[in-house]
Nanobody, 120 residues
């Protein structure tokens, strides 16, 4: 089992910045990849950014150059630095972790979500 707790959401003006954090606990040694997803009202949940073992990252086209995903293994925490925020970035942001155990199906874990609102 993996537990994920997000923090860092809030209200910010367009052009501003926020940093989200996701603290992981439990069977963290079995986590193969982590990521941030978001879901705006009336829309499907979408991948924002992901980071894999070894540090390889990928981003949604809509956030490339503005958002940066990182992971501090010593603190078991993942971050999402969001700069140049736009109103269309408004959503609930969810932390995700993928657990891989040889011989078993992959398991997805989710945090409770944190609201990010970009508005003047």
């Amino acid at each position: 089992q993996v537990q994920l707790v997000e923090s860092g959401g809030g209200l910010v003006q367009p052009g501003g910045s926020l940093r989200l954090s996701c603290a992981a606990s439990g069977s963290i040694f079995s986590i193969n990849a982590m990521g941030w997803y978001r879901q705006a009202p009336g829309k499907q949940r979408e991948l924002v950014a992901a980071i894999r073992i070894g540090g390889r990252t990928n981003y949604a086209d809509s956030v490339k150059g503005r958002f940066t995903i990182s992971r501090d293994n010593a603190k078991n925490t993942m971050y999402l630095q969001m700069n140049s925020l736009k109103p269309e970035d408004t959503a609930v942001y969810y932390c995700n972790a993928v657990e891989v155990v040889p011989g078993l199906p992959e398991v997805d874990y989710w945090g409770q979500g944190t609201q990010v609102t970009v508005s003047s």
